[in-house]
């Protein structure tokens, strides 16, 4: 994939699972700031999707890593958006960490799709 636009999702990831961190330690449930930073990351996700389905037709990806790669990229748009709705339907610390391990696996997704793209 060419370009910063993984590195910047993972860096994007990575500091939203730090923000939600501090919340954690803070006891603070999930705020409008929060959700805004999450739709950021949501929105990064959604272009790397348009931008690997536009770059595979170049690529000589075989079925099993075809299905791999758009398989991640699919579960990266669900993980922030299931972790925030858990966090918001149960209000305590621990659905808020729920919301730091979505986005540490929402991290994870932007690896695994980088590693899955040929080079």
Do not use: C, H, K, N
């Amino acid at each position: 994939m060419d370009g910063p636009l993984p590195l910047v999702l993972l860096v994007a990831s990575l500091l939203f699972t730090a923000v939600v961190l501090v919340y954690v330690a803070l006891d603070r449930t999930p705020d409008w700031g929060l959700l805004g930073f999450a739709a950021v990351v949501e929105v990064l996700t959604l272009v790397l999707l348009v931008v690997a389905a536009v770059q595979v037709g170049g690529e000589d990806l075989s079925g099993g890593r075809l299905v791999t790669l758009f398989g991640y990229l699919v579960a990266g748009l669900v993980l922030l958006p299931i972790g925030f709705a858990w966090s918001l339907a149960e209000r305590s610390r621990g659905a808020t960490a729920v919301l730091m391990i979505a986005g540490l696996a929402q991290a994870f997704v932007v690896v695994r799709v980088m590693q899955v793209w040929p080079s």
